[in-house]
């Protein structure tokens, strides 16, 4: 039996973050941990820190480091007898070192995609708010136009998915996220993937990985999302 593995995933809004932790979770069986999933999950619970919570997000706010930390970390404590990937979470210094005094990181995961492809991609995603699912009109659409697979219920697109709200977005996740990939660049864990399509990437994350886990059956072939 290996040691426990813990990975966490970076990269801008629309990198493929979330379809690319559904195929690692998937095919190398660790928890897919998804940061906006337990910031959405603690507000529908109304805990302190999801109140706290929804009045950033209501404004198109990040969340101060405190308050998603006082969210996140019990949740990873929960997690101690789990191999994770942490999808969403750090997205800034602060949280990476918080973070860092919490657990050892095998694994940081960035993803380096062109700015046009994010704006392309965006414009066509689609999601489930109450379940986090996200589609892609052109990538991984819906069975039947505007309705969640799973549940029947409606699709809506986000306002900040919208290309003028995305280059604000972009330029801001680059402030914030440029000290966080020296920090794990310094610790010689970064591994960076670069190009338009997750496709692309997925093989060479897959082959990574399975060096990494290596006890663990992968299976690359996977091409599910969700
Ligand atoms: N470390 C984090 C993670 C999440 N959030 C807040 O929770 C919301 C939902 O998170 P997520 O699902 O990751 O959503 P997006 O910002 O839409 O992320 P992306 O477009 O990269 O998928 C974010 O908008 C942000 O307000 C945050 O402030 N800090
Ligand atoms: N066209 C295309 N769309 C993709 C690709 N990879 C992911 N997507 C879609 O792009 C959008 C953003 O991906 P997502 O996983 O939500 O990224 P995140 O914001 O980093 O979590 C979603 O609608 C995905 O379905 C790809 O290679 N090509």
Redesign the pocket.
Known sequence: MSKLFRAVIMG????G??TISERIAHSFGLKHL????F??ENIAAKTEAGVQ?KT??KKG???PDLV?TRLLLPRLEEMTKYSWLLD????TLA?AEALNSACDLDVAINLNIPLETLKERLRHRWIHPPS?RVYNMCFNPPRVQGIDDITGEPLIQ?E?DRPEALVARLRHYKDVAKPVIDFYKAKGILYTFSDTETDQIWPNISTLLSTKIPTIQSDARCASTH
């Open positions: 801008p809004p629309g990198s973050k979330g998804s940061s906006g999933d910031v959405r919570a950033y997000i706010l990040l969340v998603m969403g979470f750090p997205r949280q986090g986000q900040d």
